[in-house]
Nanobody, 111 residues
């Protein structure tokens, strides 16, 4: 399984970004997907998760600001991030159930 992330970059505090993750497999819709993030010296923490039938779960720190969604026909998930804070700065990883990971994409929130 290959997971290809895109959409990261530099944004000012209060700004928005949209991350995308496209999966290579044809049975994408059988699996839960999600986004994790990691800063240097810290663990890789869950940001948001979505089940194969669309149920979502968010870390408390991003509730009300981030939205995870998926389109099974496009084998894609998204993370819409709004009202970004400097402490959202991290490498964001796309995840698929059974321990599959993307390479990670940098998100930097700074003025």
């Amino acid at each position: 399984v290959q997971l290809a992330e895109s959409g990261g970059g530099l944004v000012q505090p209060g700004g928005s970004l949209r991350l995308s993750c496209v999966a290579s497999e044809k049975i994408f819709n059988d699996y839960a997907m999600g986004w994790f993030r990691q800063t240097p010296g810290s663990s890789r923490d869950l940001v948001a998760r979505i089940t194969n039938d669309g149920y979502t779960h968010y870390a408390d720190s991003v509730k009300g600001r981030f939205t995870i969604s998926r389109d099974n026909a496009k084998r894609t998930i998204w993370l819409e991030m709004t009202n970004l804070h400097p402490d959202d700065t991290a490498v964001y990883y796309c995840w698929r159930a059974n321990n599959h990971w993307g390479q990670g994409i940098q998100v930097t929130v700074s003025s």
